[in-house]
């Protein structure tokens, strides 16, 4: 069984960083596709960014300059950065990762962590 958990939510004003963290665990074999995802209020969960195995990013157009994905693959973690926070980030952020465990590859999503940006 894998297990996504999230850390690093918060409180920020605006213009404000934060920086989340997602570490998976259980009987791994290979991590193909690392991300986060968000929900804010009342909208659908949309894409953040993404970052594949070979370190190709994707990242939403209303992130791009602001926000920054990195991985420690052997430790199968993921982080964001997030800087120039503006109120219209607050939401749920979920980590997201495709992976195999032996030779059957899922989904699997984190309990996520509530970021919220208010002065």
């Known amino acids: 069984q894998v297990q996504l958990v999230e850390s690093g939510g918060g409180l920020v004003q605006p213009g404000g960083s934060l920086t989340l963290s997602c570490a998976a665990s259980?009987?791994?074999?290979?991590?193909?596709?690392m991300g986060w995802y968000r929900q804010a209020p009342g909208k659908q969960r949309e894409l953040v960014t993404t970052?594949?195995?070979?370190?190709?990013?994707k990242y939403a157009d209303f992130v791009k300059g602001r926000f920054t994905i990195s991985r420690a693959a052997a430790e199968s973690k993921v982080y964001l950065q997030m800087n120039s926070l503006k109120p219209e980030d607050t939401a749920v952020y979920y980590c997201?990762?495709?992976?195999?465990?032996?030779?059957?590859?899922?989904?699997?999503w984190g309990q996520g962590t509530l970021v919220t940006v208010s002065s």
């Open positions: 997201y990762m495709y992976l195999s465990v032996g030779s059957r590859a899922l989904e699997h």
């Open positions: 259980g009987s791994i074999s290979s991590i193909y596709i």
């Open positions: 970052i594949t195995s070979v370190g190709d990013t």
